[in-house]
């Protein structure tokens, strides 16, 4: 009897067993985590591993435990660059006073005696050596970096990571609008870095900051995203106008002086950005650091190996950026029709034959999508804009009246409200933010009219002259200009010219700036 009461027992017992095996099988399983960080009891395809290139799939899904391959991948691919900046003379536009009668009659009565005889006087500037880093492109020696790392060199050499080979650079193109640069050495099958994608970036990311800072060796920090389309200020366009694009992303991956064109890779080792800035009172690393997204670098990129310069389309709209709108009043803001506290871009002008004119847009029209990119800010349209060329088309989603509308098959044009390929002009090697004198200013001033110089970049006026912002050009040789078109024309017609003009805001002596069209300095490597 009491065996069978045994027998009967582990009976039941195994019975049980076998039921709550299935029941849980059937109906719990999955709903707990397994092993695995995914829930499942089997390896996850993208444990610990890294998504090939190429792949629609976002990286960095899983934290990586090291960085040992993202940096063996990057670190090859990353050069260092050195420029030397030969000693030069420099003119300082020695200023004359007018005298009583050049007011009353005018300067073409006179001779040199008083118009200044075109001898401006010359001082040496020494010559500077500068170091920095870039990234290979392609396996025959195609290089991006930053413009301000090659800015008005007379050498560049670049050395290769852990090998003892130096090549002279020569200068490719350059971008001062986005601070890029491509520049080109005489080898053969390097190593070079793959393009990752930089919308596919997302805040918290891991990634890595490779470079030559401080002029050391090839130096690897990691950090994460921490921003996204951030605008700082710092980008100069050093052209005709101020078209400067900032959408940085911001990190804090240990950045210094020398990092600059250097790359940041996210854990797959791609190309995600170029580090181009760091945020610090001191002039060193103080935690954060900014680079250029390589979804524009790219587009930058091209233009420049395509056509020489880059192809810049334009939407055509004018908007108030967020610090000039936390400075007005609401009654100010009702005047331009701008709201506080918006998403989206808000339009308080539309230029003639542009764009946006013939998309329909208007006054206080709010942007919001860019081909359905959502757009928070001005530093994201600007973005979004800049990787496409005139010709393109593109579609715009925005508000008005508290409605949504899209306009599709937008096409792009650019500055001067047209399509056709943008050379690059002697009035761009200037390298200054130009602007005509309206009649107002020229009548507070006491003058006909002539171009203010608003910015001066990198180009022929910074390599040559000690011009600084606020000078306004009278003429140009013998020839009085009245406008930025006027200047362009006096300048395509000169190789050496002298600029005649004077600073307002200093009394009405006269300064006399002598350039050599020619000599433009780093386009001749």
């Known amino acids: ?53 190429g792949t629609d799939s976002k990286v960095n899904a899983v934290p990586p435990s090291d960085f040992v391959t993202a940096a063996k991948t990057a670190v090859p691919g990353v050069v260092h660059i050195k420029t030397k900046i030969n000693p030069r003379q420099v003119t300082n536009g020695l200023s004359k006073r007018r005298s009583i009668l050049q007011d009353l009659f005018g ?15 010359r001082y040496y500037v020494p010559g500077q050596m500068a170091s920095g880093s870039g990234v290979l492109i392609s396996d025959d020696g195609y290089i991006v970096t930053n413009n301000h790392v090659i800015a008005d060199a007379d050498e560049i050499t670049v050395s290769l990571a852990n090998e003892n080979k130096t090549f002279k650079a020569k200068l490719v193109g350059t971008d001062p609008s986005t601070d890029l640069a491509v520049i080109k050495i005489p080898a053969k099958n390097l190593p070079y870095l793959l393009y990752g994608n930089s919308d596919n970036v997302e805040i918290g990311q891991w990634v890595l900051a490779v470079g030559y800072p401080l ?41 210094n002086q020398g990092n600059s064109g250097g790359a940041l890779v996210n854990t797959a080792g791609e190309l ?49 950026s967020p610090a000039a709108i ?33 998309a329909g847009l208007r006054q206080g029209d709010i942007i919001t999508k860019i081909n359905g990119v959502d757009i928070a800010g001005s ?90 912002p606020g000078f306004v050009i009278l003429k140009a040789g013998n020839t009085p200009v009245n406008s930025v078109n006027a200047l362009s024309t006096v300048l395509e017609k000169e190789k050496n010219i002298q600029l005649v003009g004077f600073y307002p805001q200093r009394g009405g002596n006269i300064y006399y700036y002598n350039i050599n069209i020619s000599g433009a300095g780093a386009e001749n490597l």
Do not use: C, W
């Open 326 to 358: 936390a400075s007005m009043s609401d009654d100010q803001l009702r005047q331009i029709g701008v709201r506080r506290d918006v998403n989206g871009v808000q339009i308080t002008e539309v230029m003639d034959n542009s764009s946006a004119a013939v």
């Open 1 to 53: 009897m009491k065996f069978k009461q045994i027998v009967t027992t582990v009976l039941i017992s195994a019975v049980t067993a076998v039921a709550a095996i299935f029941v849980y099988g059937k109906y719990f399983e999955g709903r707990h985590p397994g092993i695995f960080q995914n829930g499942s009891n089997d390896i996850p395809v993208n444990y610990a591993r890294y998504n090939m290139p």
């Open 107 to 121: 300067d073409e009565f006179f001779g040199d005696e008083f118009n200044g005889g075109g001898d401006g006087r």
């Open 379 to 468: 530093s994201q349209m600007s973005e979004q804009i800049a990787r496409y060329k005139p010709g393109d088309k593109i579609s715009i989603s925005y508000i008005r009246d508290n409605k949504e509308y899209t306009s599709n098959n937008i096409t792009l044009r650019n500055l001067q409200g047209n399509t056709d390929v943008v050379r690059i002009t002697t009035l761009d090697r200037l390298g200054a933010d130009l602007s005509d004198l309206s009649k107002e200013e020229a009548a507070n001033i006491g003058v006909k009219g002539g171009v203010r110089v608003n910015d001066i970049g990198t180009g022929i006026l910074k390599k040559q002259t000690s011009m600084i």
């Open 215 to 255: 002029n050391l060796d090839a130096t690897v920090t990691a950090g994460i995203v921490s921003a996204k389309s951030r605008s700082i200020g710092i980008n100069k366009s050093g052209g005709r106008i101020n078209n400067s694009i900032e959408s940085f992303i911001q990190t804090d991956a240990a950045v």
């Open 272 to 320: 995600v950005g170029i580090n181009s800035a760091i945020a610090s009172p001191t002039g060193s690393y103080a935690g954060y650091s900014y680079a250029i997204p390589v979804n524009l670098i790219k587009k930058v990129v091209n233009d420049l190996l395509k056509y020489g310069s880059v192809q810049r389309a334009y939407l055509g709209v004018k908007y108030a």
